[in-house]
């Protein structure tokens, strides 16, 4: 199966070369554990490869992102001002649009609409999208509308052939059943292991399925580091990555 580098070379390691072209895959986990690096690594690689990219924001500001892949060495502004990269921040242009007609309330909750919207009229040449966060998506929904939603932004992309990497904060994922596990080809969740006598944390990175490829190591150290996710070590694997 082709596959497309993550941009993190330890976890290409473990999938075959990186995500399955074409395909969906989610990543979730608590706040701050790698969710959105994990996402700025994957659209640095691509467009660093010549891939036609969009990210879509739903909370941050988009400020705040070219910062943080700045800071990290994995600066995406000059891709962006190429037009290799499109960013779509959902979220601030509603507010935008709010603030435009002095109203300020109920609108903002029509995110997937908007996604839906946006998607829907992108260009049959885009081959990375990346989507941070989903979660905002299972907000005023009931378990049903959210499934339609996903389902629609899921095919949508599968038909394009893009291949896309939904983020998802913990939180909305446990809300909504871990549906979303289900509705996609890959499943990833970051986990921080708290220690509270030491005062570190360990993260681990744990591929819970990934469909047609073989997984060897499912649970995988990782650090974050200035320059982004390292892999360290996997269980019952250790060392294999220096
Ligand atoms: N330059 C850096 N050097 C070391 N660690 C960093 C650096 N930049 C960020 N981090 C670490 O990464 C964490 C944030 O990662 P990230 O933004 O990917 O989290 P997230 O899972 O997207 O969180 P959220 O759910 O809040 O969006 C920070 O808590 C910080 O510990
Ligand atoms: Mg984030």
Redesign the pocket.
């Known amino acids: 199966m082709e596959s497309l580098s993550t941009g993190v070379e330890g976890l290409d390691l473990l999938m075959e070369g990186g995500y399955p072209k074409g395909k969906s895959i989610l990543v979730t986990?608590?706040?701050?554990?790698?969710?959105?690096?994990?996402?700025?690594h994957f659209l640095h690689r691509s467009c660093q490869e010549g891939k036609k990219c969009i990210l879509i924001l739903t909370?941050?500001l988009t400020e705040d992102i070219l910062t943080?892949a700045r800071?990290?060495d994995l600066n995406l502004e000059p891709f962006l001002e190429k037009g290799q990269l499109s960013i779509r921040n959902i979220f601030e242009d509603k507010i935008n649009k709010l603030k435009s007609v002095s109203k300020f309330g109920k609108g903002l909750c029509a995110v997937d609409t908007d996604i839906i919207e946006y998607l829907s009229s992108m260009s049959s040449e885009v081959d990375v999208v990346v989507i941070?966060?989903i979660g905002v998506m299972a907000i005023n929904h009931d378990i049903r509308e959210f499934a339609d939603e996903f389902s629609s932004i899921s095919i949508i992309l599968l038909k394009n052939g893009c291949t896309s990497l939904f983020?998802m904060?913990e939180d909305s994922y446990e809300m909504t059943h871990k549906l979303t596990g289900y509705m996609v080809f890959g499943l990833m969740r970051?986990i921080t292991q708290e220690n509270f006598s030491s005062g570190k944390t360990k993260q681990y990175l744990y591929i819970e399925k990934m469909r047609n490829t073989p997984v060897p190591v499912k649970y995988s150290l990782f650090d974050?580091?200035?320059q982004?996710i390292r892999v360290i070590s996997s269980i019952g694997q250790k060392s294999i990555f220096k």
């Open positions: 986990g608590p706040p701050g554990s790698g969710k959105t690096i994990l996402g700025i909370r941050e943080q800071r990290l941070d966060n983020i904060d970051l974050i580091t200035p982004g």
